[in-house]
């Protein structure tokens, strides 16, 4: 994730509705009809995106919540945050 | 100017304002189903020609598939197709269908318009509407939910060859009954289609995701896969942003009243065997 892309802030689309089941995380992309399915991990990164929230303040609550390093947290959120946007089940704001 | 009346799944749907030539279309391929016109309708659908084909989405020269267009609104759901554009309003719940077409392509758009019409009422009514496919064996029903390339149709086939009688490839309603689902039929049939007959509704028995493997195996998965299955599985609900959190929550229900499995199979017969035992001892185990 480019630095351009560190400083800009995510939510969740308004079009998705999100929900948490046992952990696991559900996303259905209204319009589309598509549904993902992330894991415990990814519904908890998920969750700090249901306010608008930049890159480096969701890397805190995981290091905060997760015994991870924040480069190693760094990494994986960018990941997951790379695969919501090109699903469209987040936005840049 | 004519009018009918169809029946399947406990709702009762009346199309009127067809000229004779539309009516005898939807007799044809309805036939079945028809009710007598004096019982009230759940839904009424008016029909209106208009001679006009450049007012709607014109024609292929040829064969095609194509996907109708759906505009979800607050009051209203708008649907487009070819050589039709029409209405239902959510409450009350009605519609009205504007077309051009006389013809066997009226058909295809009245079938197009139905669907939609129908996993509506259905929702209404508790249910949920499935891209699935479905049989039943000796009174127990099977439904295998998934979209275009999941394997509904090979799965239909085999058990077809099996002599398992099919309820549809296609579409198919979970409906509510007690505490627990039943499984009726639809009369929107893909590769096994034919004209649509009256079938009882099925305790649903088995609940399936499909996989493919070299060996079949039937094996549980987490709640918000089995969730997010059915909800992918739903046409039209799943896209309409007033409908969906509630479909969610009642695909959460389904799955907590019949739990989702995941159906893993080669193109072969083998699957049967392993269905069936899976679910022999589900019996074996309720009944004692």
Not at chain 1, 43 to 69: C, G, H, P, W
Not at chain 2, 79 to 97: C, E, K, L, S, Y
Not at chain 2, 242 to 271: C, E, H, N, Q, Y
Request: charged share 25%; hydrophobic share 40%; with cysteine.
């Amino acid at each position: 994730m480019s630095t351009e892309a560190q400083t800009q802030h995510y939510r969740v689309d308004p079009h998705a509705r999100f929900r948490v089941m046992d952990d696991e995380g559900i996303f259905v992309l209204q319009g589309a009809g598509e549904v993902l399915v992330v894991n415990e991990i990814g519904a908890f990164i998920v969750e700090q995106l249901k306010s608008e929230r930049s890159l480096d303040e969701v890397v805190a609550k995981m290091t905060e919540r997760y015994a991870v390093d924040a480069d190693r947290a760094r990494s994986d959120v960018g990941s997951l945050l790379d695969e919501l946007l090109r699903a469209g089940a987040i936005i840049r704001s | 100017m004519s009018a009918l009346t169809i029946e399947f799944a406990g709702s009762r749907y009346r199309f009127g304002g067809l000229h004779p030539e539309q009516g005898h279309l939807v007799r044809s391929r309805f036939e079945a189903l028809l009710c007598r016109d004096e019982t009230p309708p759940d839904v009424d659908v008016d029909v209106h020609y208009v001679p006009n084909p450049g007012a709607f989405m014109r024609r292929p020269p040829g064969p095609v598939e194509y996907r109708i267009g759906v505009v979800y609104r607050e009051a209203a759901i708008a649907v487009a197709g070819i050589g039709f554009t029409a209405n239902i309003d959510r409450t009350p719940f009605r519609a009205q269908m504007q077309t051009c077409l006389m013809d066997e392509w009226f058909l295809d758009g009245f079938e197009n318009l139905f669907r939609v019409i129908a996993c509506y009422r259905l929702f209404q009514e508790g249910a949920l509407v499935m891209h699935s496919g479905a049989f039943t064996d000796r009174g127990r029903g099977f439904l295998f939910c998934g979209r275009s390339g999941a394997g509904k149709t090979t799965l239909c086939g085999l058990a077809a060859e099996l002599d398992l009688p099919i309820l549809s490839d296609e579409l198919n309603a979970v409906m509510p009954s007690g505490n627990t689902f039943e499984l009726a039929a639809m009369p929107f049939a893909g590769d096994f289609g034919g004209v649509p007959k009256r079938h009882p509704p099925y305790p649903l028995t088995g609940l399936l995701g499909l996989a493919h493997g070299a060996n079949p195996s039937v094996d549980g998965c987490s709640k918000a896969e089995a969730v997010s299955r059915i909800v992918a599985s739903c046409p039209y609900i799943n896209a309409d942003p007033t409908l969906v959190d509630t479909l969610t929550s009642r695909a959460a229900t389904l799955i907590g009243r019949v739990p989702l499995k995941i159906l893993s199979f080669a193109k072969d017969s083998r699957f049967w065997s392993v269905l069936d035992n899976e679910y022999r001892s589900a019996d074996a185990t309720l009944s004692r």
